[in-house]
């Protein structure tokens, strides 16, 4: 019988896996000098508010609470009401919906080339 990768992966971070890699990500963060998302906030912070922002592996979606654009949050499991549950390789976002895409530390999983296809799909053209 041969399982779906998301399927398994999905159902594993559910249960246990999800709280032990976000205490672990808070920990480690505790001892860096300056956070990445902090940097990305304050650069969305010097832009144009109007830009639409997608964060793709946003976690506790603290970039969506710290900025006043609007910001789609994905993770791959929500524990917060302004978190969307998806495979970041396929979003509900229509195409051509997001001026700026956000992966902050969350390009580790194994179909992240599919991340990067949705999130071409979804980004604006000039």
Not at 53 to 59: E, I, K, M, N, S
Request: proline fraction near 3%.
């Amino acid at each position: 019988m041969k399982f779906s990768t998301l399927a398994v992966d999905k159902e594993y971070f559910e249960k246990d896996a999800f709280k032990l890699c976000h205490a672990g990500y808070l920990e480690q963060m505790s001892r860096w000098p300056k956070l990445l998302v902090d940097v990305i906030i304050e650069w969305l912070n010097s832009r144009d508010y109007n830009l639409v922002v997608a964060d793709f592996g946003c976690g506790d979606a603290r970039l969506a609470k710290s900025i006043r654009n609007e910001v789609f949050s994905f993770n791959l499991v929500s524990n917060y009401l302004i978190v969307t549950a998806c495979n970041m390789a396929s979003t509900p976002l229509p195409s051509s919906s997001v001026d700026v895409a956000v992966f902050c530390l969350s390009l580790m999983g194994t179909d992240y080339p599919d991340y990067l296809k949705e999130t071409h799909g979804v980004l604006k053209t000039q």
